[in-house]
């Protein structure tokens, strides 16, 4: 099983739609979970980290389940300019490295 | 503040040749990563740089790829000889320590071996 798995995309969904993006994990000692957004051809930016009791940034909620190892991304009303794949890093305790999921595409179509 | 600086851009190289790039972190990040990214895929951990000791290279192919970081600042990465599925862009990353709060990536080196 690899280590951090993430819903196969692409996602094409309409301008204004509301669309989930799922992760597991496989170290249950994870400590740190995040969200990285990659536009086409650009490196890797940090979109939001992901706390235990869940957290809103605006538009994007990031939730949280420790128990069934598993992260989620919710975008509403969702705009063109969030066409990117959307990277879930799970890190472990003290130096350990950030592992990425593969990502998930996703198209917002006008 | 300045980002993560990467040099080349883009790198063509042809099949056993060698190849090196250079990274220079974020002012004050202690640690320094290169991943490696193929096209469809996540980026990969290739070597974690704490000042100037490596902390992590478990996946670094060691046989044809090698890191420094003299003086804990840049680093540089080779690869010698190359080989066609070595074809990925190489981002460099910084962070404060652990890398709690996340990484910066810099803008990475495309390359391609043909």
């Known amino acids: 099983r690899k280590e951090v798995e993430q819903d196969p995309g692409p996602f094409n969904v309409p301008e204004g739609a509301t669309v989930a993006f799922n992760c597991t994990y496989s170290n249950s000692a994870s400590q740190s979970f995040f969200w990285y957004r990659q536009d086409c051809r650009k490196e890797p930016k940090l979109l939001m980290s992901v706390y235990s009791s869940g957290n809103e940034d605006g538009r994007f909620t990031a939730q949280l389940n420790r128990a069934s190892q598993y992260i989620s991304l919710l975008i509403r009303d969702s705009k063109l300019s969030d066409s990117a794949t959307y990277l879930c890093?799970?890190?472990?305790?003290?130096?350990?490295?950030?592992?990425f999921g593969p990502g998930t595409r996703l198209s917002v179509l006008p | 503040e300045a980002g993560v600086a990467q040099s080349p851009r883009y790198k063509i190289i042809e099949k056993r040749q060698s190849v090196a790039f250079w990274c220079n972190p974020i002012?004050?990040?202690?640690?320094l990563y290169w991943y490696q990214q193929i096209l469809g895929q996540g980026p990969k951990l290739l070597i974690q740089?704490?000042?100037?000791?490596?902390?992590?290279d478990s996946q670094l192919p060691k046989d044809r790829f090698s890191a420094e970081r003299l003086k804990g600042v840049d680093s540089t990465l080779k690869i010698q000889p190359a080989k066609l599925e070595d074809s990925a862009v190489y981002l460099c990353?910084?962070?404060?320590?652990?890398?709690?709060?996340?990484?910066?990536f810099g803008s990475g080196t495309r390359l391609t071996v043909v």
């Open positions: 890093v799970v890190k472990g305790s003290g130096g350990q490295n950030f592992v």
């Open positions: 740089f704490q000042n100037n000791g490596v902390v992590d």
């Open positions: 990353a910084s962070s404060h320590n652990s890398g709690g709060y996340g990484y910066t």
């Open positions: 002012s004050g990040h202690a640690t």
